[in-house]
């Protein structure tokens, strides 16, 4: 999907959402090679936390705000299917990469994402830009992806976030504070000129 800044927010999203299909692809061609899988799987299950995190922390706030009852419908189903999410990365991380039971349970974890992220792509996101606007939508792209870099690359090994579980279901408004603590694009960027 091309980045325009008329659909910045709905790039940016989407732009993950694929991210997290090649990894899971990458699990599923590297079958019989553990260690490979287990990489793949890592890299992915981070992706899967790094967005979720800034889905949370962003856009079903914008949801709740700006489409009154039906945005927080959809932001409670959306935190529903995290929660689904969450759990089943939990189970994952204590059995083996590669094994017949690892592989069904992250097949249902990604079956469950696709719904999810269709759902996101086609009904959450174009109702929510029809009130940001264009402008809305792309300063709501650039915080979105800020997150990204706010969350953790590897899992941490400090409280609270000892695991990627750990970082998913830390609680949104501690981490919403700590995200209001950096500097915004639009800081960095006049602190450059200066």
Same mark, same amino acid.
């Given at each position: 999907?091309?980045?325009?800044?008329?659909?910045?927010?709905?790039?940016?999203?989407?732009?993950?959402?694929?991210?997290?299909?090649?990894?899971?692809?990458?699990?599923?061609?590297?079958?019989?090679?553990?260690?490979?899988?287990?990489?793949?799987?890592?890299?992915?299950?981070?992706?899967?936390?790094? /967005?979720?995190?800034? @889905? $949370?922390?962003?856009?079903? !706030? *914008?949801?709740?705000?700006? &489409? %009154?009852?039906? #945005?927080?419908?959809?932001?409670?189903?959306?935190?529903?299917?995290?929660?689904?999410?969450?759990?089943?990365?939990?189970?994952?991380?204590?059995?083996?990469?590669?094994?017949?039971?690892?592989?069904?349970?992250?097949?249902?974890?990604?079956?469950?994402?696709?719904? /999810?992220?269709?759902? @996101? $792509?086609?009904?959450?996101? !174009? *109702?929510?830009?029809?009130? &940001? %606007?264009?402008? #809305?939508?792309?300063?709501?792209?650039?915080?979105?992806?800020?997150?990204?870099?706010?969350?953790?690359?590897?899992?941490?090994?400090?409280?609270?976030?000892?695991?990627?579980?750990?970082?998913?279901?830390?609680?949104?408004?501690?981490?919403?504070?700590?995200?209001?603590?950096?500097?915004?694009? $639009?800081?960095?960027?006049?602190?450059?000129?200066?």
């Amino acid at each position: 999907m091309s980045t325009t800044n008329k659909d910045a927010l709905m790039a940016a999203v989407a732009d993950d959402h694929q991210e997290m299909y090649e990894y899971y692809d990458q699990y599923v061609k590297n079958a019989g090679k553990p260690d490979a899988q287990q990489r793949w799987a890592n890299q992915l299950f981070w992706e899967i936390a790094r /967005h979720a995190v800034g @889905e $949370e922390i962003i856009i079903y !706030p *914008l949801m709740e705000k700006h &489409l %009154g009852s039906k #945005g927080l419908e959809l932001a409670d189903q959306d935190r529903e299917d995290h929660q689904f999410v969450k759990e089943n990365l939990y189970k994952l991380e204590g059995m083996n990469a590669g094994t017949p039971a690892y592989d069904q349970l992250l097949k249902t974890v990604m079956d469950h994402l696709h719904e /999810h992220n269709d759902s @996101e $792509e086609q009904k959450d996101l !174009p *109702l929510l830009f029809e009130k &940001l %606007g264009a402008e #809305g939508a792309a300063t709501a792209a650039a915080s979105f992806k800020r997150t990204k870099g706010f969350a953790p690359t590897r899992a941490p090994n400090k409280p609270p976030f000892e695991t990627l579980v750990g970082l998913m279901t830390a609680p949104i408004d501690k981490l919403r504070d700590a995200f209001a603590q950096f500097p915004t694009t $639009e800081e960095k960027e006049a602190a450059a000129r200066n």
